[in-house]
């Protein structure tokens, strides 16, 4: 079989209140590139009909073909609406890869074309997703943010991917949104052995351009009719603004936050315990583990016993509802205050 962009995230795709939908997609052919149709290694956007009406590809989606460095390993995440006030991008989409980046996008203004993928590109300041300002350490400029190192454009599949995981959002009480990203920062890029920090915060960062000065913003957006009535603002990005260091994860699912409010937030995950390559049915299969966060201080709280959850898929997601969280494994489990 010939690989040709599956969409395959544990999450799946995501829908916004329009009816538009999201989902991202995995390895087209190596050697495809910009072919008309090929939609590998891309956030794709499609009508209520299943038009295609915007995409997104990362500006080195051919290394990732070549090596099988997904970004369909992650689902997409839509941003509750940002003040159009505080930033010219009110309206995002954000999503990470097996590489270990994640990537903020306005879906107000979908920067691909509709025919085809940009060509492919070595200069990472091309990117077409909403770059952080300052120089990238993994590049020696701009480029988009790398959470889970180490760098690589070689090293990125089964049990070296860094992310397979959607983002969790989370608004504090200034109002700041964060997203809280699992995943596996590795010791080395070619080889599997897991160090901290797996879990962490990242920063929606939105501000007035410097002296209050113009920006670009595409015409007719949402955000341009805002901004004409509340004055200049700027693109919003992403920032690392806390982590854990001490958990390891193997295989998370994606993190789920509970919280009183904008008070007392707690980040959940279920990691799998093992690595993706590892099977789940044997005698000697470890037993996964859930973990309890502290959203502001990063550190764990809690975590389950080696043999207290059964032993279930990988990249299982807990729910939590009316104060239970709910475990999903080769059953459903429960918990809650006592």
């Not at 996964?288 to 959203?295: F, K, Q």
């Not at 201080?297 to 207290?308: N, Y």
């Not at 959850?309 to 807990?318: A, E, I, Q, R």
Request: hydrophobic share 40%; with cysteine.
């Amino acid at each position: 079989m010939t690989a040709n962009g599956g969409m395959w995230a544990a999450g799946g795709p995501a829908v916004d209140a329009s009816g538009l939908v999201y989902a991202t997609t995995g390895n087209s052919p190596d050697g495809s590139g910009s072919a008309d149709g090929v939609w590998g290694q891309s956030l794709l956007v499609w009508d209520r009909m299943l038009h295609l009406v915007g995409t997104y590809t990362p500006f080195d989606y051919c290394q990732w073909d070549t090596n099988d460095i997904d970004l369909g390993g992650d689902s997409p995440l839509l941003v509750p609406d940002l003040d159009p006030a505080s930033t010219a991008t009110a309206y995002l989409v954000a999503f990470g890869s097996k590489q270990g980046s994640v990537y903020l996008v306005d879906r107000d203004h979908l920067p691909g074309r509709l025919d085809h993928r940009p060509p492919c590109s070595t200069n990472p300041a091309t990117d077409q997703s909403l770059l952080p300002p300052g120089p990238q350490p993994q590049f020696g400029a701009r480029g988009p943010l790398q959470v889970f190192r180490p760098y690589s454009e070689l090293f990125g599949s089964i049990d070296l991917a860094k992310m397979r995981s959607t983002p969790a959002y989370f608004q504090g009480a200034s109002g700041t949104s964060y997203l809280f990203v699992a995943g596996s920062t590795k010791a080395v890029a070619n080889q599997p052995d897991v160090i901290p920090p797996s879990l962490t915060r990242l920063k929606i960062v939105t501000r007035p351009p410097p002296g209050g000065g113009p920006f670009l913003v595409p015409p007719g957006s949402r955000s341009a009719r805002a901004i004409l009535l509340s004055g200049p603002a700027a693109p919003a990005y992403l920032s690392i603004d806390g982590a854990d260091n001490n958990i390891r994860f193997l295989s998370p699912g994606s993190p789920v936050v509970s919280s009183n409010g904008a008070r007392d937030a707690i980040v959940w995950v279920l990691d799998a315990n093992q690595f993706r390559s590892q099977v789940l049915v044997d005698d000697t299969t470890v037993h996964p583990v859930l973990y309890a966060i502290d959203a502001t201080t990063m550190s764990p709280l809690w975590h389950s016993g080696p043999a207290q959850l059964h032993v279930g898929g990988k990249y299982n997601t807990p729910l939590i509802a009316h104060g239970v969280l709910f475990a999903g494994t080769d059953r459903v489990q429960a918990f809650g205050l006592h």
